[in-house]
């Protein structure tokens, strides 16, 4: 006999649900293309054979996933893809544990090894001509950056950035891009060490190298190396020890 717990209570949608779905579908299938405006409220209320207020809901849920910017007494429109707000609310949250204590900047230096470590190898893999032209040019920026901290650090972000584009892989890029204040705030703290900038730039050649080569495991190997880098002056600069 078939146990009661077999079927559960199944849950009935809301109307504007279905609507943010319809939707999601038209934007995503892109029959609705950045920068169109969605019909008025009152014509979508007429086609969905919905209230006005389901379809502000769904307005409302679309531009929480990202997907269209609602405009005072303009409309809705489609965006143009960009950083999630899931991912840049993540961000936000964790700039907040790290004002409240520093020594989370250790354990964000040990996501960034387990994320970027395997970026730099996906990047010698998929990188193409524009990419090894985006990374040179990143590089020497970053070079000619050093003597002045503050313009270093962006430089480095950006060498960073540069890679995870180098992958093609846009969840990676997403990711980059929502932790990218917190790995300034990382680059501040680590600089302070003497003759960290030179070594950081160093390591960044050899990453460079390895990519442009086309040497998966070597990129990843001098990834490694340089983020190991990266936590021993994090810990020297914070007066920690693992």
């Known amino acids: 006999m078939v146990s009661p717990a077999s079927f559960p209570v199944i849950q009935k949608r809301k109307l504007f649900e279905d609507v943010a779905q319809h939707l999601r579908q038209l934007i995503l299938s892109q029959r609705m293309k950045e920068g169109d405006r969605l019909p008025p409220e009152r014509e979508l209320s007429e086609r969905f054979r919905v209230g006005r207020p389901s379809v502000r809901e769904a307005l409302r849920t679309l531009s929480q996933m990202g997907l269209v910017e609602i405009r005072a007494g303009e409309g809705a429109f489609v965006r143009k893809p960009g950083l999630p707000p899931f991912l840049k609310s993540m ?19 040990d996501a960034r090894r387990i994320l970027e470590v395997e970026t730099a ?21 970053n070079e000619a950056a050093l003597g002045t901290p503050t313009r270093f650090r962006v430089t480095d972000v950006e060498f960073h950035r540069a890679i995870a584009q180098a992958t093609h ?26 003759g960290a900038a030179p070594d950081a730039f160093a390591s960044h050649r050899k990453i460079f190298l390895a990519i442009k080569a086309r040497e998966r495991d070597r990129a990843a190997r001098e990834m490694a190396i340089h983020l190991e880098h990266v936590r021993g002056r994090l810990e020297k600069a914070l007066g920690k020890r693992r």
């Open 91 to 109: 961000g936000d949250s964790l700039s907040v544990l790290i004002r409240q204590d520093a020594s989370s900047l250790l354990e964000l230096c």
């Open 121 to 141: 190898a996906m990047a010698a893999e998929r990188a193409d001509a524009e990419d090894i032209a985006r990374l040179q040019a990143a590089l020497a920026a």
């Open 169 to 194: 892989n846009r969840i990676l890029l997403f990711i980059h891009d929502a932790l990218s204040d917190l790995m300034l705030k990382t680059r501040e703290m680590a600089l302070k060490v003497p």
